[in-house]
């Protein structure tokens, strides 16, 4: 069993920065593979990011060149730095793991990027 803990959500104006935490309650490891999810209001659910427990990243094309994903080890975290942000990438962001071909999610946290 994974869980899952996101937090750093808020509210920030077209063009700033926030960055999301998300910590796990196993070694991060043990875990196959780490996601940052969002979904927008009356949209689906969308993959924003991934890295593996190798350290390979990958992004969706929307958020290249502004989001980072990156692990820490050492406090079994996994963060999303998003930069540049935009009105379009307001969304409930949710954590997710994939661990020994299961799979886990955070309750989610809100990111509002607005003026």
């Known amino acids: 069993q994974v869980q899952l803990v996101e937090s750093g959500g808020g509210l920030v104006q077209p063009g700033g920065s926030l960055r999301l935490s998300c910590a796990t309650s196993t070694s991060i490891f043990s875990i196959d593979a780490m996601h940052w999810y969002r979904q927008a209001p009356g949209k689906q659910r969308e993959l924003v990011a991934s890295?593996?427990?190798?350290?390979?990243?990958m992004y969706a094309d929307s958020v290249k060149g502004r989001f980072t994903i990156a692990r820490d080890n050492a406090k079994n975290t996994v963060s999303l730095q998003m930069n540049s942000l935009k009105p379009e990438d307001t969304a409930v962001y949710y954590c997710?793991?994939?661990?020994?071909?299961?799979?886990?999610w955070g309750q989610g946290t809100q990111v509002t990027v607005s003026s």
């Open positions: 890295i593996t427990s190798g350290g390979i990243t």
């Open positions: 997710h793991a994939l661990k020994n071909l299961r799979v886990y």
